[in-house]
């Protein structure tokens, strides 16, 4: 008789458990789907709320992602700090908490008192081992949430940081690209007297990135010319390139000198953007496009090539890069560009590969480069570079060619 009310159990557990994780589900969307399990697990354990709260970026709070029951909680955006009440002592934990008596010495939500939730049951959504948020449900009157409540919540939980983690990822690649290519033109604006190209490939290991390029003209005629490598990928790369490239380009309304433009892009970076670290080179043509001058926040060398004759790795010496060392030196330095000459800047994913030295990249790039239209020169890089098999990490190029003198 034992056995038989066990295999019961077990297959009313299973058909319970099918019923939250369907193949359906896969088709839907984020929202639509947490909606859709959080519906379900209302009905299965006969709950009257049921919440997703997700972990922000900080990782220092909980943001009410997906509600039934309790949806003035997502309305009204409620955050909820890690280790406090309720939620945040299932985030903190990491395991499950029950509560069979709400009130306020327990829970800081004011909702859930509002709404008159009497019992609580809430458990970590995992990533691996890493908290990503809560699931809990609640109940309007009293409840004793039993093993087995327990273990099936946990079991829609872990469906449901599955998916989230699946489409946050998409979600965050899609938006991640949408803001490279509204940030990177796939050709900088026209400058009188220069050609100019560029080409931007997301890495196949990491996904759109933090590299970016730039070429505007300021108001003294010189030209600013940038390239940078925001560390880290995703979204969140994506958003800080976004902000670097921006303030370089107000700095630079306000002085020629490159390493005085980087010196205040870092500052800015060490107060607003403490955790991130960035390479960048910047350098300043002047009017008549002969003299320019850079500066280096530890990117690589760009190349240099000329009608006719090999091309050459500028000199410049490498300063820390943006946001490694508060009030770090930087220095500039001065080079030409010749008429008809052919300026070649790129971020590491063109050269680096984990067979080869750097050096030895950076040789075959420029062995491989010669003066020629910004866009054939881009081509031939890529071609060169990203032969064996797709860059991993993500890459820019920045090809400039002056063009030769009128008259």
């Known amino acids: 008789m034992n056995g038989e009310v066990s295999r019961a159990g077990s297959a009313e557990k299973l058909r319970r458990l099918q019923s939250v994780t369907d193949a359906a589900l896969s088709q839907l969307g984020l929202e639509d789907l947490l909606a859709e399990l959080l519906e379900r697990t209302r009905d299965l354990l006969g709950a009257d709320t049921a919440v997703v709260l997700l972990l922000d970026q900080t990782g220092t709070e909980l943001v009410a992602t997906a509600a039934s029951g309790l949806e003035q909680e997502v309305r009204q955006g409620v955050r909820l700090p890690v280790g406090r009440g309720f939620a945040g002592s299932v985030a903190a934990r990491g395991e499950p908490v029950i509560i069979e008596k709400v009130d306020h010495t327990k829970v800081i939500n004011?909702?859930?008192?509002?709404?008159?939730?009497?019992?609580?049951?809430?458990?970590?959504?995992?990533?691996?081992?890493q908290v990503i948020g809560v699931l809990h449900v609640g109940t309007l009157t009293p409840r004793r949430f039993t093993p087995d409540d327990v273990e099936l919540l946990q079991l829609v939980a872990d469906r449901a940081s599955l998916a989230t983690r699946a489409r946050l990822s998409r979600l965050d690649r899609a938006a991640a690209v949408a803001l490279q290519r509204s940030l990177l033109p796939a050709r900088p604006r026209a400058v009188p007297g220069l050609e100019v190209a560029a080409r931007y490939v997301p890495g196949t290991a990491v996904g759109v990135g933090g590299d970016w390029y730039d070429l505007f003209a300021l108001p003294s005629g010189h030209i600013g010319i940038a390239i940078g490598d925001v560390a880290g990928n995703g979204l969140q790369a994506a958003v800080?390139?976004?902000?670097?490239?921006?303030?370089l380009r107000a700095y630079a309304l306000e002085t020629d000198d490159p390493a005085e433009v980087l010196t205040r892009l870092d500052r800015k970076m060490q107060l607003f953007e403490p955790d991130v670290m960035a390479t960048a080179l910047y350098a300043?043509?002047?009017?008549?496009h002969h003299g320019m001058t850079m500066s280096s926040a530890g990117h690589l060398p760009p190349i240099v090539t000329t009608p006719g004759r090999p091309g050459r790795l500028l000199t410049i010496p490498p300063d820390l890069p943006l946001g490694a060392y508060r009030n770090a030196a930087r220095r500039s330095t001065r080079d030409v560009l010749a008429p008809e000459s052919c300026l070649f800047l790129y971020t590491d994913g063109l050269i680096e590969r984990r067979a080869r030295p750097l050096d030895e990249g950076v040789d075959r790039l420029r062995a491989a480069l010669t003066c020629a239209p910004p866009d054939d020169m881009c081509t031939t890089a890529m071609a060169a570079m990203l032969t064996d098999?797709?860059?991993?990490?993500?890459?820019?190029?920045?090809?400039?060619?002056?063009?030769?003198?009128?008259?």
């Open 110 to 129: 004011p909702i859930l008192l509002s709404r008159g939730v009497t019992s609580v049951l809430g458990v970590p959504m995992l990533s691996g081992n």
């Open 240 to 247: 800080v390139m976004g902000r670097i490239r921006s303030a």
């Open 284 to 288: 300043v043509l002047d009017p008549d």
């Open 389 to 407: 098999a797709a860059a991993t990490d993500d890459v820019a190029v920045l090809a400039v060619r002056r063009t030769p003198p009128t008259g």
